[in-house]
């Protein structure tokens, strides 16, 4: 008769999931400011029938909006570092992430800047005959006959209204340019130093995707069709609204998700792959840097590129 001889196996129950940073990395992976920016398009309409005020407007209250809810995961991720990690830079990290929020001193000026073309647009054709005449023939209609087949009529004071629209605007546009463009910098330089506690802790450094040239050939048209009509702002403003775009759709968007893949190697380490659930929103990226489009699962090419992608070990040495 063949004898049994049982045996004792303890089975440890996984450890248990850690829930702030399952949060941390569902949020750096969610897609953010989805009506926080223009096309060409709206920009192009309501440029020309707001006279070039309000999507400036527009696009600084969705900047610092989007900054905001950005900064906002930032800090999260920066927080659960310093109680995690006794790297040296993790209190850092933290102080970094509180002052990601966007300059509000460039906000006020651009916003200041507009207000005060407006008045000062304002006091030069308040006693015209026709306020609406007097305004196209310094802005859209300067030196034309029509615009818009609307006729221009002589108005004495066209040359310093223009003067003061189109300096005024190319000034506001600007200082919004410059606020993303610090920003992304901010961002920048706390990515970095997340990398170097992600590689002390064993895991590849990760570095911010960089800004790059916002303009697009659509927003180049754009531009080139405003300064066509006596607006030569409108390179500026193509310029600011395109690098808002960008930086939304496509810088934030691909260095929050590589941050998010070095905080979930960081947490396999931690508590295996078992443990750390993938997000919806991270997906697999091509290898391509000048591509980095998101790939289905399992795929080999690119479908956008075809550029082959790392081979999935499936067999055993």
């Known amino acids: 008769m063949t004898q049994f001889h049982p045996t004792n196996v303890t ?30 398009t709206r920009t192009m309409f309501l440029g020309a029938i707001s006279f070039g005020v309000l999507p400036l407007l527009v696009w600084v ?17 920066a927080q659960w570092i310093r109680a995690n990690s006794n790297h040296p830079l993790a209190r850092r990290l933290e102080s970094d992430a509180a002052e ?11 916003i200041g800047i507009i207000l005060t073309t407006i008045v000062l647009v304002w006091i030069q054709i308040a006693d015209a005959p026709v306020a609406l005449n007097a305004l196209l023939a310094g802005t859209f209609g300067f030196q034309r006959h029509h615009v818009f087949d609307v006729p221009i009529y002589y108005f004495p004071r066209a040359d310093g209204v223009f003067t003061v629209w189109i300096w005024g605007l190319a000034a506001a546009y600007a200082s919004h340019w410059l606020q993303i463009q610090l920003h992304a910098q901010d961002v920048k330089r706390f990515v970095a130093r997340f990398s170097e506690i992600a590689h002390a802790d064993g895991v590849n450094r ?13 927003w180049l048209l754009a531009g080139l069709i ?35 893949h070095r905080l979930r190697a960081m947490l396999t380490r ?48």
């Open 61 to 77: 209250r969705g900047f610092r909006k989007f900054a905001i809810s950005e900064q906002q995961q930032f800090l999260h991720l």
């Open 270 to 317: 931690r508590y295996g792959a078992a443990g750390v659930p993938v997000p919806v929103y991270l997906r697999e990226r091509c290898v391509e840097p000048k591509c980095r489009a998101e790939l289905p699962r399992g795929v080999n090419y690119c479908p956008r590129c075809g550029t082959r992608q790392k081979a999935e070990v499936n067999r055993v040495a």
């Open 100 to 110: 990601l929020q966007p300059r509000a001193w460039l906000d006020l000026l651009s």
């Open 226 to 260: 405003l300064a066509s009509f006596q607006a030569p702002w409108g390179w500026v403003a193509v310029l600011a609204g395109g690098a808002q775009k960008r930086y939304i759709t496509w810088t934030s968007r691909n260095t929050r998700a590589d941050v998010a």
């Open 206 to 218: 990760v570095k911010a995707d960089s800004l790059g040239i916002p303009l697009r050939p659509l």
């Open 11 to 40: 089975l440890d129950p996984p450890p248990p999931q850690d829930q702030l940073a399952t949060a941390v990395l569902n949020g750096l992976s969610r897609p953010l400011g989805a009506k926080t920016y223009w096309g060409v």
